[in-house]
């Protein structure tokens, strides 16, 4: 059973909308949650349904993400943004990039976030494969300076020759 599912059954839920990408590529579906009151929308955010989705979070990114979302809920932030790693079915992790926007009544009060849930995963593995590529090649290159510096081929020469004569002399 999905999020979307089990917010469904929670009082004041409407509904919701999902926005499905333009283009496979495009990879981000955006989900409108929408309840009729703020008392609604933060018996939602308390429930045990929504802690069970949260226990998908990675640990070490749960706290993080609770708290900046507390924050934009209390008004502290314009925008919504983190990303974090979410468990996926088959037990890997993977990377998403959550970006929303509290929608607020006209008193203020904050009833429904308008938001997007994007993989970044295998961006991120790119990422870091560039990363690692950047730092390999870096040490590579300061290996090469530092033998192009200790062995030139002057050098090498009278290693030659300093051999040649250390055999002479046997």
């Known amino acids: 059973?999905?999020?979307?599912?089990?917010?469904?059954?929670?009082?004041?839920?409407p509904g919701v909308e999902v926005f499905r990408p333009q283009s496979a590529a495009?990879?981000?579906?955006?989900?409108?949650?929408?309840?009729?009151?703020?008392?609604?929308?933060?018996?939602?955010?308390?429930?045990?349904?929504?802690a069970a989705w949260l226990e998908r979070v990675h640990p070490d990114d749960v706290a993080d993400l609770r708290q900046q979302l507390e924050a934009h809920l209390a008004g502290q932030s314009d925008v919504f943004q983190h990303e974090h790693r979410i468990r996926h079915e088959d037990g890997s992790y993977r990377r998403f990039l959550c970006r929303g926007v509290a929608v607020s009544t006209r008193g203020g009060k904050r009833l429904r976030i308008a938001g997007s849930l994007t993989d970044t995963t295998e961006q991120?593995?790119?990422?870091?494969?560039?990363r690692s590529v950047g730092e390999r090649s870096s040490r590579e290159g300061q290996s090469r300076k530092k033998f192009r510096g200790d062995f030139n081929p002057g050098s090498s020469i009278a290693l030659s020759s300093a051999s040649e004569a250390s055999e002479e002399r046997l």
């Open 124 to 130: 991120a593995i790119a990422q870091e494969r560039l």
């Open 26 to 50: 495009a990879g981000e579906y955006r989900i409108v949650y929408r309840f009729d009151t703020a008392q609604h929308l933060r018996q939602w955010l308390d429930s045990d349904e929504h």
């Open 1 to 13: 059973e999905g999020i979307i599912a089990a917010a469904s059954r929670f009082p004041g839920h």
